[in-house]
């Protein structure tokens, strides 16, 4: 069950280029009605879940480019589940397709430069905001991104931890996390298909799989930096 859902939001997250919240948000209460039906628990369940269905979209439009910025990050970090890379689907989506802010070239210029900077990769959230609309741009697209996350985590939070081990309870979030991995796994074959262009660039990507693979105790940051090193030393050369 769960490796379906995995292979769904994987392929449906690549052909999209895009995350598709209620995929997600549909794969948790499958696997809940599964295995756990409805009938096994009381209403207590509907504090938990009812702060996540409530994450309802809304149509808006703005002349003004800093609100959009504001509401369109605020829907990337709202809708968005997994980790960093699954909300690069999204920004692109929004970001190149829908207003058209930047290029391709720009945008894969920002998702690089927030996998060579410390901290989580969705952090190019600054970086985008910031070439969309110079420095309040970045500090908007910033905060509207993060905010959702700690207000959905806090809100809930005290309910989960109450109830987080009842059966469906475990099996809805059992549900989202598979279909969040396979978005994240859709978003990397995303942004694989438009940075591994030529054979230098797959090499460098197969040659950092098997070191992720087989030399586990490497810091994926150090990794990262090699690789950045060995890419100015080939446009050097060339």
């Known amino acids: 069950m769960l490796w379906g859902i995995f292979i769904t939001l994987a392929i449906t997250t690549f052909i999209n280029e895009n995350e598709i919240v209620w995929l997600i948000l549909a794969a948790g209460i499958i696997n809940w009605l599964i295995k756990a039906p409805p009938g096994l628990f009381g209403t207590t369940y509907n504090y938990f879940i009812s702060p996540v269905l409530l994450q309802i979209i809304a149509t808006y439009s703005t002349n003004t480019k800093l609100i959009q910025i504001a509401w369109f990050f605020l829907r990337a970090g709202t809708f968005v589940f997994g980790s960093g890379l699954a909300i690069v689907p999204f920004l692109y989506g929004g ?13 894969m210029d920002a998702v690089a430069v927030a ?23 970045a ?12 207000v959905f985590t806090i809100i809930p939070a005290p309910y989960f931890k109450k109830y987080g081990q009842l059966k469906g309870i475990k099996s809805f ?7 969040a991995v ?5 978003a990397v ?11 230098i660039s797959a090499t460098i990507a197969l040659i950092v799989i098997l070191i ?27």
């Not at 970001?95 to 945008?107: A, G, I, P, S």
């Not at 396979?182 to 859709?186: F, L, N, P, S, T």
């Not at 074959?189 to 054979?199: G, K």
């Open 95 to 107: 970001v190149v397709k829908e207003y058209q802010w930047l290029n391709e070239q720009q945008f």
């Open 115 to 137: 996998m060579i900077t410390p901290g989580p990769v969705v952090i190019t959230v600054g970086f985008i905001g910031y070439l969309i609309a110079g420095f309040p741009g």
């Open 139 to 150: 500090c908007i697209a910033a905060a509207a991104t993060f905010l959702p996350c700690y």
């Open 173 to 179: 979030v059992e549900g989202i996390t598979a279909a």
């Open 182 to 186: 396979g978005a994240i796994a859709g």
């Open 189 to 199: 074959v995303v942004l694989a298909r438009r940075q591994i262009t030529d054979l």
């Open 212 to 238: 992720l693979i087989c030399l586990k105790k490497i810091p994926e940051p150090l990794i990262i930096l090699i690789a950045a090193a060995t890419g100015l030393l080939i446009k050097a050369l060339h």
